[in-house]
């Protein structure tokens, strides 16, 4: 038993470190190649001002890197301006330059993509009795996985969850959420497949009351595209039991994909925060940053495999750090 955990985390620990090492050396070179003029004058002086001819490769190669990292093509070449911009108009040391400009780059990354950020557990725990949260996204992101990974965590804060099984439409769903249901020890209020979804949400919001349970998190249903049906009905489960919070789950690697139909979710229902999934596979992890960019909502964690405990908060540092 010992030697098989000891076993796990050494191969857990391999893979990671070989992770590092790929993403490292992948790493595309955007340090700036100094021109004639410029490279005389910081042969002499302290601090230099960049000339457009100087940074024209590195902004070249960070756009590659932004868009092999799935950052789509519009955002990438917004980025790559606002860098370009804050490179030409600042005064760089001659002494450490090239790391200058690289945390520059970063900083100015990571300023385009600021939000307001949500501390989940604290708005649980200080909100009236139920907190109700609403899942939503594609079909296959992850919304179950996330809610049972979530309900796991709360649980270890002491806050007591109920799921609506409101994934009526999807072939075992219900038998999916129940399923982690059990292992967690939490209630599932279902109904038959086919019915109504907000239905299911307003007899769990009941329930949370009747047995005075912290939380309810509303699984959803998703489609492969978003389709009207979908938006109806999700708008009527916000209708009818107003959620606190609407949480949209997206896969790290969907990309440009992801950021339309984020747009769609949050123009006909109204999205507050993301949880992205699947870091832990091969994905870069750049379609977080168009979503961050396109959207500005805060990513409240990322899913990082498939354990229940595999739900991590998130860095915005972290991803940019896999780019540049
Ligand atoms: N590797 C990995 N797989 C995940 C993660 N989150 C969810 N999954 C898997 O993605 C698949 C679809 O998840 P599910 O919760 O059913 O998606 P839903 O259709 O949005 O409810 C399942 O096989 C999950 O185990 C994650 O962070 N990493
Ligand atoms: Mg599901």
Same mark, same amino acid.
Do not use: E, I, L, S
């Given at each position: 038993m010992f030697y098989a955990l000891r076993r796990k985390l050494n191969a857990f620990a391999e893979k990671l470190a070989s992770r590092a090492q790929q993403s490292v050396s992948e790493k595309r070179d955007i340090s700036p190649e100094l021109r004639a003029p410029t490279k005389i004058k910081a042969f002499f002086k302290k601090e230099i001002k960049l000339r457009e001819a100087d940074i024209k490769d590195s902004i070249l190669e960070l756009e590659l890197a932004l868009l092999e990292a799935d950052v789509n093509e519009e955002t990438a070449r917004k980025f790559c301006k606002a860098i370009k911009q804050a490179l030409l108009n600042r005064s760089i040391p001659t002494d450490n330059l090239k790391n200058f400009v690289r945390e520059t780059i970063k900083q100015t990354l990571k300023e385009l993509m600021q939000t307001e950020s949500i501390d989940i557990i604290a708005l649980a725990r200080e909100s009236e009795k139920p907190f109700k949260m609403l899942f939503l996204g594609p079909? &296959? =992101?992850g919304k179950t996985t996330t809610m049972a990974k979530l309900a796991h965590m709360l649980q270890k804060d002491g806050l007591t969850t109920i799921f609506a099984a409101s994934d009526t439409f999807r072939a075992a769903s219900i038998e999916q959420l129940e399923e982690h249901a059990k292992r967690l020890n939490i209630r599932v209020i279902k109904h038959k497949y086919g019915s109504d979804p907000a239905a299911v949400a307003f007899d769990a919001v009941n329930a949370a009351k009747a047995s005075n349970a912290d939380i309810v998190m509303i699984d959803t249903a998703g489609r492969q595209e978003t389709n009207r049906n979908l938006i109806e009905e999700l708008r009527k489960i916000a209708r009818v039991v107003n959620p606190h919070i609407k949480i949209f789950v997206g896969e790290a690697f969907a990309g440009k994909n992801l950021v339309e139909q984020a747009k769609e979710f949050d123009n006909a229902i109204g999205i507050d925060a993301f949880i992205i999934t699947k870091l832990d596979t091969d994905a870069k992890g750049g379609t977080v940053l168009s979503l961050l960019y396109e959207l500005k909502k805060p990513i409240l964690f990322v899913g990082t &495999?498939? =354990?229940?405990?595999?739900l991590m908060p998130f860095s915005l540092d972290e991803i940019i750090e896999r780019i540049v």
């Open positions: 079909n &296959g =992101a &495999g498939q =354990a229940y405990t595999d």
